[in-house]
């Protein structure tokens, strides 16, 4: 059991590249989501799904595509990376619903910088 | 609008000093509360949470943390702080959506 797995950890891009940032868990959870963290700005929901082929926006969904064509699987795409985009991004995941009192698991982050 | 308050920014205690963690919620319904903890370069650990019932939670690590309907915090705190808990907290609140809204964080400071 690997839990939340992200890749890369680590991705420097020039401005106005594309890349996607995978994330996979082996949980079976039907719930993910996509973070990101700026200093001094705590995490903010960027997208998430709470099933297969489901997906919605979060606070911060702007120059972010998401995809959910597997429980397993839950990539954040970048179209045209902005240095706006330098961050640190974490997926998380969990059974639904998360009002019934599951807990949400993190992974161990992928730093981005763009520029 | 929800939102998650820390007012704190920085924190700085001597080790085995108590410790308080301030967090202040602003959500209509009844709030399910959360507490994380991130070292540098990790990902979030949960310390604890609220759901329903004792307002009084336990959590991991010798943490616990206290609801406060009337005062909407869920303050952090600890008896007796180790160097090992320097780290930068996070309050959350999780609204009816499924969305978790943090707060912007306290940085931990620990003195030898």
């Known amino acids: 059991n690997a839990g939340v797995t992200q890749t890369p950890k680590f991705q420097v891009l020039k401005t106005g590249q594309s890349m996607t940032l995978q994330c996979a868990q082996d949980?079976?959870?039907?719930?993910m989501s996509w973070y990101r963290q700026d200093p001094g700005m705590g995490l903010r929901l960027i997208h998430y799904?709470?099933?297969?082929?489901?997906?919605d926006q979060g606070e911060v969904p702007n120059g972010y595509n998401v995809s959910r064509s597997t429980t397993e699987d839950f990539p954040l795409r970048l179209l045209s990376a902005a240095p706006s985009q330098t961050s640190v991004y974490f997926c998380?995941?969990?059974?639904?619903?998360?009002?019934?009192?599951?807990?949400?698991?993190f992974g161990e982050g992928s730093w981005l910088t763009v520029v | 609008a929800q939102s998650v308050t820390q007012p704190d920014i920085h924190i700085t205690v001597s080790e085995g000093a108590s410790l308080e963690l301030r967090c202040n919620y602003s959500?209509?319904?009844?709030?399910?509360l959360f507490w994380y903890v991130q070292s540098p370069g990790q990902g979030l650990q949960l310390l604890l949470k609220?759901?329903?019932?004792?307002?009084l939670v336990q959590g991991i690590k010798g943490f616990e943390a206290e609801f406060k309907r009337s005062q909407s915090s869920f303050n952090l705190r600890k008896p007796s702080v180790h160097w090992s808990d320097a780290a930068e907290y996070f309050c959350?609140?999780?609204?009816?959506?499924?969305?978790?809204?943090f707060g912007k964080g306290t940085r931990l400071h620990i003195l030898p």
């Open positions: 998380a995941s969990s059974y639904y619903g998360l009002n019934s009192g599951n807990t949400i698991y």
């Open positions: 949980m079976n959870h039907e719930y």
């Open positions: 799904s709470v099933g297969a082929g489901i997906t």
């Open positions: 959500y209509g319904a009844t709030p399910y």
């Open positions: 609220y759901f329903s019932g004792d307002t």
């Open positions: 959350a609140v999780l609204l009816r959506d499924d969305k978790i809204i």
